[in-house]
Structure formats: C-alpha cells, structure tokens
C-alpha cells in the first residue's frame, strides 16, 4: 500500500535527500510503519555511504603530471618547435664559421659544441611533449640516476627543487658531444618545466661562473665545474627566476 | 581564479568519478586526461558563467561512450552479464572489493547516474542534462541501478544491518 502512496522518484529523492521539507516528513512516516520500506531506504542509504567512502580517498591523491599538462595550452605546436630549431641551428653554423674565421691560428682539436645552444635545442624538442616528456619517470628516480651515472661515467644526481616550486618529472639519456648527456624536467605547479642538461665535458675546465644564453625563445644558463658541464633551460619562467633555480641546483650539487 | 586553475581544480572530481566509473586507475586517468585534452581543444565553446562541472561531466560521458563502443567492436561487453550474489566477507560486513565488483557489473549508464547522483550529488536535473536523456530515464536508472547492487550486496536479503568498512 506504501507503493500507491510514494512514487519510486519520491523514494530516491527522500533517499538523497532532496525531497521538500513538508514532503520528507510525511515519507518518513510512511517508511516508519512499513518495514519493507524501511528495509529498501536503509540498504540504498548504506549503498551510497559506502560508495563515497570507498571513492573519497581519491579526492585527497595527488594530481598527476600528465593530466596538469592536458590542460596547458599547447602554445608550442610542431611547426613553432621546427621554426625554433632551424633558427638555433643557423644560429650555431654561422657562429661556429665567424669563430673559425676569427680564431688566431684555429687549434686542430675541434672545439665542443656550444653547451648551452645544445641544451636550448633539447629543452626545445622534450619540453612540449605531453604524453612522453621524460624516458624514465620520477617515480624511478633512483633507477634513473644510476643508469645516467653508469652512462655519464660520472656521479649524476637529480637535483631537489621542491623548495623553489619545481619537482622531478623524470629524465632521459641524449647523444651529445663528445659522450652522452644526462637530462632532467621538471615542472612547476603552474605546468612551467625547465631541463637541467648535463654532459662530460672533455678536459678539466676547472670551475666557471654562470653564464647566461637567450636561444630563440629559451633562457639558458649555463656554468662548467671540473668535469662536468651544466645547462639549466626554460622558455616558460623569466630570467630573473631561472637564476635563482640555477644556484639551487647548484649549492645542492656543491654542498 | 583564471579558466585554467578552474579546471584544474575539478580534476580530483573527475578523477574519482572515473575511478568508480572504469575500476582501473590508469585507464581511469587516461579518461580524465581525454576529457581534458577534448575540453581543451573546444574550450572557446564553452560560455563562461555556466557551470563549468556540468560541461566537463558531458564531455567526459561523451569520450566513455565512445571508448565503450570501440572497445565493443572487439569484444562483447560484459554489461549485462549474469547478477551473481557478492556475499560479504566472514563477518557480514561489505568488503570495498565486492562493492566495486557489484558496480563494474552495472550497465553503463546505470552506474554512470548512479555515481553522478552519489559521488557528485548533482541533482536529477543535472543529470539529465550532463547525459543528455529526459529526466524519466534517469529515475528509472537510478532505481534500476540501486535495486541490482542491493540484490548483488546482499542477495536482496534484509540489509539493515548492512556495515561498511572503509
């Protein structure tokens, strides 16, 4: 007899909660006096408790990386990227023959490849991807680290730049010149990534200050330590801030 | 708050409802992330100072609808497979497992009202216009869909004392 008097719609909504006031109450007192009723309305009523219990903790998770980078503009489409490169690598030719030309008595070794110019064409060809930003996650960070050690032939570690708002995306091992280069992304908050590029440079530079580079649209800057050659990179933070990042990265590599 | 920052502070939402909705978190997410990247790339359509949870929910029903029905085109989906009984545990109480198991079971669009309704608390007429059916079709849904978990929880035995562990 309940069922002639409360429709279906009106049980949900009494459930739910979402039933007017003079209504709720004359539904409760039928549910009261039906134990059928008040069996069903129980048994849905714990149905959407333990839903929300069961998914709330998801709310809490952090949000991944990859769905932070679905909602950045894709400001950087194929055709700018090759516009960037074609700029860089002219850039670099017509350097590279104004230095020979001017080079007093030009050494026979052949000169390194600008380091920062190499590490602006990286940060320029990893930085936009989406889907596959890094080779190894930072989930991995320890496997990461030793493998690009092993390959480096020399201690590399993943800087922590939490303190100044980027964490660790992930890395990847490149081809440079002469040996293989170690390179690290990470990514603000905001969706802003930077790459650190470090490579064994072929002699002993001993220590150089930080040097700075604009390649195209990406800041670089750059500085020699012993053995090994750094390039901090980023086309989405001003100079000002990439300086700062770049003596984080470099008290934590120097402690 | 710019249009970016309101999106992003949706996604935990969407998230848990395509964790609830698709079970696997990696496919769960690989859902979230198709909706953002369609939300995106159609964004100038959609009118700022209309509900921006609303036109995410619709395109994420959107982009499952269309997963579900390529993913049929290689195998029968099992939406409406046999209702077997998940008992609870031992001790009578409901196990998150046999929850989840219970709701993979549901037809599609069953579990998609119910979890809107339960998880997002939208109302019925949110619903309705998030799924794009008349509002009839998502009450008989929701009762359709509250009734089978009841009788896959508990067999449709008493369940008041139906206890939930977290």
Known sequence: MSEARISDAELHAWVDGRLAVARRAEIEAEIAMDRELATQVAAYRAQSEALRAAYRPVLDEPIPARLLDATRPQRRRPWAIAAALAWMVLGGVAGWAVNEATRPGASPARAQAPLAQRAAIAHAVYSPEVRHPVEVGADQEAHLVAWLSKRLGAPVRAPKLESVGFRLVGGRLLPGDPGPVAHFMYQSEKGARVTLYMRTEGTDHGETAFRYADEGTVRVFYWVDRKLGYALSSADISRKQLYTLANAVYQQLNP | ?166
């Open chain 2, 1 to 166: 708050m710019t249009e970016r920052d309101q999106v992003i502070a949706l996604i935990p939402r969407l998230r848990r409802y395509a964790r609830a909705l698709v079970r696997d978190p990696g496919a769960a997410d690989d859902l979230v992330q198709d909706t953002l990247e369609r939300a995106l790339g159609k964004f100038h359509l959609w009118k700022p100072g209309t509900d921006l949870r609303a036109w995410l929910f619709t395109i994420m029903h959107n982009v499952h609808v269309n997963q579900v029905r390529r993913r049929r085109e290689f195998a029968v989906l099992d939406d409406e497979a046999p209702e077997l009984s998940v008992r609870g545990s031992q001790n009578g109480a409901l196990a998150l497992r046999d929850l989840q198991s219970a709701l993979e079971r549901l037809p599609n669009d069953q579990r998609e009202v119910l979890l809107l309704v339960v998880l997002e608390d939208m109302s019925y007429q949110e619903v309705a216009a998030s799924l794009a059916v008349p509002i009839g079709t998502v009450m008989s849904r929701l009762s359709r869909a509250r009734a089978k978990l009841r009788v896959a929880i508990d067999g449709g035995e008493s369940s008041a004392q139906l206890q939930i562990v977290k």
